[in-house]
């Protein structure tokens, strides 16, 4: 579904409810909860990143988000580093990937348990989701089977 706020044209994802995160979703660990994001971008039709976390005083993780895959820009001098470079590039040149996309979870530590609770989430794209037929080709739903592992070795 498209939505139009201002300029920029949103993209909603369209998933069953009962498979979308929700404002004071419990998650036992982190890794449950990307875990839970990832299958929702996979049905959404994004890739899914780690994006940010907070530490408390003793070195604990409090915080942690996760982020659509386009979130952020691509680091200005780095860009600028490859363009000047008089030496042939030894990697091929690749397009913009970010594009500024504000879709993200985060999650909070329980003060007084072990879970953790979806405290923020934004839903809405500003750009096109995949296909069905093309979300596998994304780097967060990419993976090689154990069979074709052993296959290959």
């Known amino acids: 579904m498209e939505e139009n706020n201002g300029d920029?044209?949103?993209?909603?994802?369209?998933?069953?409810?009962?498979?979308?995160?929700?404002?004071g979703m419990k998650f036992t660990s982190i890794e449950d909860a990307?875990?839970?994001y990832n299958q929702y971008a996979r049905e959404a039709g994004f890739s899914a990143?780690?994006?940010?976390?907070?530490?408390?005083?003793?070195?604990?993780?409090?915080?942690?988000?996760f982020a659509c895959f386009k979130e952020g820009h691509t680091d200005e001098s780095r860009r600028n580093?490859?363009?000047?470079?008089?030496?042939?590039?030894k990697e091929r040149?690749?397009?913009?990937?970010?594009?500024?996309?504000?879709?993200?979870?985060s999650i909070v530590k329980e003060q007084t348990?072990?879970?953790?609770?979806?405290?923020?989430?934004?839903?809405?794209?500003?750009h096109p989701l995949s296909s069905p037929s093309k979300v596998h080709l994304l780097r967060s739903h990419r993976n090689v089977s154990t069979a074709k592992k052993t296959l290959t070795q």
């Open 81 to 89: 580093e490859q363009e000047k470079s008089d030496q042939p590039k």
């Open 8 to 23: 920029e044209k949103l993209y909603d994802p369209q998933v069953a409810d009962d498979r979308k995160p929700k404002i």
């Open 49 to 65: 990143r780690i994006s940010n976390s907070k530490k408390n005083k003793m070195n604990e993780v409090v915080w942690k988000q």
């Open 113 to 126: 348990g072990s879970n953790w609770i979806v405290k923020t989430l934004m839903e809405s794209h500003n």
């Open 93 to 105: 040149a690749r397009g913009e990937v970010r594009t500024g996309c504000k879709s993200r979870i």
């Open 34 to 36: 990307f875990s839970f």
